[in-house]
């Protein structure tokens, strides 16, 4: 079968260096958008093909998540011969469980509705939660960008910094992180108060008289880093302080928070299209090589195992 990269509208740049990698010329987009929102997208010259749809979930995030469901099935009614969903960021990973009774478990609902729309093989970066794997009806490929940014942030930081997870959901992230760099770790109590509002309470750490580098899957408001933050400062870490995460959100406060913050420097992948971003600027670090690499084994069948996040 033909190797052909279809793009979504969510993130040209990102899949036309992905086709540029593997030396091919992406199918380029082609969706109508109704007065009312209805989308409309068309995929040409698939046939036969082994077709990958590089589509990000970001925000916005309903109507990407819309786009790459259409986008899927007309790729399956254009007699694709395989179909791969390549979402970088994958929106609703974040609903995993439920809170209370009557909650939806959205990460549940989209990965069922991708499946239904054609995807047979699902690529994502760094998600928010391991149990995507689990939830979906499709192989699951979960790739990790943390090798290629721990090594970009360990040119940019002090060898004694301390790798700081500023939840205890990010402390296995940490630890990766940690390892890679040869580094502490440190971990930040935080209390969830609302989408918007967190509180961090205490340290389990050192970090006295040591810079940090703060370690995240993602920022969607900022609130998490900047109540980590704070707490850092609080406990003697110096001012030299570092934020890596694979997903750059910055919605709602996101900017304002992290401007103000005491934050020296700020590195993410460009998993998401940027359109705002707080300052001083982020420094990217492109996962368009570990997806053509992940992209052209599939295409020949060859093993990931060097390239997943498990591992």
């Not at 910055?250 to 401007?259: G, H, I, N």
């Amino acid at each position: 079968m033909n190797l052909r990269i279809v793009t979504g509208t969510a993130n040209p740049v990102l899949t036309d260096a992905i086709a540029a990698a593997l030396y091919t010329q992406p199918v380029p987009p082609v969706v109508e958008r109704f007065p009312d929102g209805e989308l409309r997208p068309v995929v040409n010259d698939v046939r036969g093909s082994d077709v990958y749809l590089v589509q990000p979930t970001g925000p916005p995030v309903n109507e990407h998540v819309m786009e790459l469901l259409l986008s899927l099935d007309a790729c399956r009614r254009a007699g694709a011969g395989r179909i791969t969903a390549v979402v970088p960021y994958f929106g609703y990973a974040r609903q995993d469980r439920r809170g209370q009774a009557g909650e939806a478990i959205g990460v549940r609902v989209v990965a069922d509705a991708l499946a239904s729309a054609g995807a047979q093989r699902l690529v994502v970066v760094d998600p928010h939660t391991v149990a995507l794997e689990a939830v979906c009806a499709v192989p699951v490929e979960m790739l990790t960008a943390v090798p290629a940014l721990a090594a970009a942030v360990g040119e940019r930081t002090s060898g004694d910094a301390v790798v700081v997870a500023p939840d205890l959901g990010a402390v296995k992230l940490a630890k990766h992180y940690a390892a890679l760099l040869s580094r502490p770790v440190a971990v930040v109590a935080k209390t969830r108060l609302t989408g918007r509002s967190v509180v961090a309470e205490d340290l389990i750490g050192d970090v006295d008289g040591r810079p940090a580098i703060v370690v995240d899957d993602m920022i969607s408001t900022g609130g998490t880093i900047e109540a980590a933050v704070r707490v850092l400062l609080g406990h003697g870490a110096t001012p030299e302080i570092a934020v890596v995460a694979t997903h750059g959100l910055f919605v709602d406060t996101a900017v304002a928070r992290l401007s103000r913050s005491a934050i020296r420097s700020l590195l993410i992948t460009d998993s998401v299209e940027q359109s705002v971003a707080p300052a001083p600027p982020p420094d990217t670090c492109s996962v368009a090589p570990l997806l053509a690499d992940a992209i052209g084994r599939l295409h020949r069948d060859e093993p990931l195992d060097d390239l997943l996040a498990h591992t």
